[in-house]
């Protein structure tokens, strides 16, 4: 038991952002690492040549199982689904494949795939898992797996952002867009969205958010100010990183409200992402360790 515990929280950060890249939930990947390691105490590892190898492998096949029936609560969800942001820590943002792969706009885009398609994609395009790994972990043929992969990462590069600015110009951009916020400045917000800017909101039925997503960098600079005159309590936009990624943690009279996570794309914002559903807030308070390794 003691070996197992050893192996398993050395690996446990790494299992964890396997399963919630798959997932886009907090909640559910820590619910599938206790079922890993309900199963991982019953093998003998003394038998077992790759620990790593082996806990991704029960991970991955518990995450599956998990996001098939996710896939039917989203279909119920009332408005726009987002992932679950996690406040996390500047080493992240440092690795910029490990951003990318948990960014709002790529993981949106994964929730276009099929639950192995995403599986296949995560594990090698993200986590460099080899295909009789993966074949293994998702019970294919290598020839299966090679075409699967071929398929999602198609399918994911025709729809990722274009274009990626670097750390300086998207602080830049989002203090920009944090001043013409808290000024109330139209053209100053105009300025820094994009003419094809898209904002997505998650209320999760709990909190008043848009039935659809708002496009356009005057009707979502107009919902902003429009929204913002209406209200009667001191709100304040804080920069943070949330994903890896520049983010607002926004605040009425010091409690939070939502975050919102940003998409640039060359020094503009192409994306906003807001997210108000309170049980998707739960890790905006503490930092969670996110690892490639």
Excluded at 58 to 75: M, N, P, Q, V
Excluded at 183 to 212: I, M, N, W
Excluded at 221 to 235: D, H, Q, T, V
Excluded at 256 to 263: K, P
């Amino acid at each position: 038991m003691e070996a197992a515990t050893e192996a398993f929280l050395a690996h446990r950060n790494l299992l964890f952002t396997v399963a919630y890249e798959m997932l886009g939930s907090a909640a559910d990947a820590e619910d599938v690492l206790q079922e890993t390691w309900l199963r991982w105490i019953k093998v003998d590892i003394a038998q077992v040549f790759d620990q790593r190898a082996y806990l991704v492998r029960i991970t991955t096949r518990r995450a599956l199982d998990r996001l098939r029936s996710l896939k039917r609560r989203k279909e119920a969800y009332v408005g726009p689904w987002l992932p679950e942001p996690l406040l996390t820590t500047p080493d992240v943002a440092e690795d910029a494949e490990l951003a990318e792969s948990l960014s709002m706009a790529l993981m949106l885009v994964l929730e276009t795939l099929s639950p192995t398609e995403r599986a296949v994609f995560v594990l090698r395009e993200v986590f460099e898992v080899s295909y009789e790994e993966i074949a293994d972990a998702v019970d294919k043929n290598l020839a299966a797996v090679r075409q699967i992969a071929h398929r999602a990462r198609r399918h994911v590069d025709a729809r990722r952002p274009r274009e990626a600015v670097s750390p300086s110009q998207a602080r830049a951009a989002l203090a920009s867009f944090q001043r013409a916020l808290e000024t109330r400045d139209l053209q100053g917000l105009l300025d820094v969205l994009a003419p094809e800017v898209v904002l997505v909101s998650d209320g999760g039925g709990v909190k008043q958010a848009s039935p659809r997503p708002i496009i356009g960098a005057d009707k979502v600079a107009r919902f902003y100010l429009g929204g913002s005159a209406k209200l009667e309590a001191a709100i304040t936009w804080d920069a943070t990183l949330v994903n890896g990624n520049p983010a607002l943690v926004v605040r009425m009279d010091g409690e939070i409200d939502g975050v919102m996570a940003i998409q640039f794309e060359d020094t503009r914002i192409t994306g906003l992402y807001y997210v108000r559903n309170p049980q998707k807030l739960t890790r905006v308070a503490s930092e969670t360790p996110l690892t490639l390794r």
